[in-house]
Nanobody, 115 residues
């Protein structure tokens, strides 16, 4: 089992910044990649960004140039630096750890961007 604890969400004005953190514990040897999804009200959950153990990243087009994913392997933590936030970025952001035997999800953290 892998446990994920997220932090860093909140309310910010458009154009502002937030940094999300997700710390993994438990069977971390099982993890291939970590990342972030988000789900806005009435919409499907969508990939935001993901980073592999080797450091390769995938970022969805709508946040490229504004969001940066990174990880600290020593701390088993993945970060999402979000700059130039827009109201359409408002969503619950979920951390994911992709493991050899399945995926693990965090509890979600709310990000609200006011116009």
């Amino acid at each position: 089992q892998v446990q994920l604890v997220e932090s860093g969400g909140g309310l910010v004005q458009a154009g502002g910044s937030l940094r999300l953190s997700c710390a993994a514990s438990g069977s971390i040897f099982n993890i291939n990649a970590m990342g972030w999804y988000r789900q806005a009200p009435g919409k499907q959950r969508e990939l935001v960004a993901i980073i592999t153990n080797g450091g390769r990243t995938v970022t969805t087009n709508s946040v490229k140039g504004r969001f940066t994913i990174s990880r600290d392997n020593a701390k088993n933590t993945v970060y999402l630096q979000m700059n130039s936030l827009k109201p359409e970025d408002t969503a619950v952001y979920y951390c994911i750890a992709e493991g050899l035997t399945g995926d693990y999800w965090g509890q979600g953290t709310q990000v609200t961007v006011s116009s």
